[in-house]
């Protein structure tokens, strides 16, 4: 992006077998997403609609914008790891493409924390210049995000599914879960946990009641308690009685 998003590569993806429906396979991909379709749809907003007058709402805002970019580039790396292995290891080169969009996505989030600093560094109408051009680099990063995810959940997901059974995607989803750290998870499921739909959530955390220890499933509960709406608290908490 000139700050400008990198175009996608010109070669189109390989096709993939036709998908089975979802709700029947493992989903690697979607739950992931969506918490990071709203990450990135929140953090847009707040930065479109920051004061750059105001510094502790600038710095807030500035705050949520680079924790945003780590968890999306801990995203791309075990996207990168464990699904494009898989992927490769049954199909070789069929990730390559999609392992091109990542190299442009990780171009893209240095050039979006360098926007970021620059707002944080510049004062009055600097600020609120450099304020927008972040807004504007970022709105881009996000439109190429959106359709990328949509590509991964339709072609990446038919390929695995055609590739693997769902004991092996359990298993890859086990490995890639036990890389991630504490602080790394929590702010995952902080947007996760809302993002999904009922039945999504109660699935997740009965998973996660049965196989984490209780210490580490109260806390989880405790995200979700503060982060979701008092009809979604509601409706879940009734689900897992």
């Not at 693997?164 to 998870?185: N, R, V, W």
Request: proline residues 5%; hydrophobic residues 50%; negative net charge.
């Amino acid at each position: 992006m000139e700050l400008a998003v990198p175009s996608r590569p010109a070669a189109s993806a390989p096709a993939a077998p036709a998908a089975a429906p979802a709700a029947q396979r493992v989903d690697l991909y979607t739950p992931i997403h969506k918490a990071l379709r709203a990450f990135m749809s929140a953090t847009l907003h707040d930065i479109g609609r920051m004061d750059a007058a105001d510094d502790a709402e600038v710095a807030a805002a500035l705050a949520q914008t680079r924790s945003l970019l780590e968890i999306c580039q801990g995203h791309l790396e075990k996207e990168n790891a464990f699904v494009h292995t898989a992927m490769d290891a049954r199909r070789p080169g069929w990730a390559a493409h999609t392992a091109a969009e990542h190299i442009g996505h990780e171009q893209s989030l240095r050039e979006l924390a360098v926007a970021v600093d620059a707002v944080a560094a510049a004062t009055g109408a600097a600020r609120a210049a450099a304020a927008l051009k972040l807004y504007r680099h970022l709105a881009l990063f996000v439109a190429e995000n959106f359709e990328h995810m949509h590509s991964e959940e339709t072609a990446g997901n038919a390929l695995l599914w055609a590739t693997h059974t769902d004991a092996e995607l359990l298993a890859i989803h086990g490995a890639l879960l036990a890389s991630i750290k504490p602080q790394e998870m929590a702010v995952a499921l902080r947007w996760m946990i809302p993002a999904l739909n009922h039945a999504e959530r109660v699935a997740m955390l009965r998973g996660m009641r049965h196989d984490a220890p209780a210490p580490v499933f109260q806390s989880v509960l405790r995200i979700a308690r503060e982060h979701l709406a008092p009809r979604d608290w509601e409706k879940l908490t009734a689900a897992l009685a």
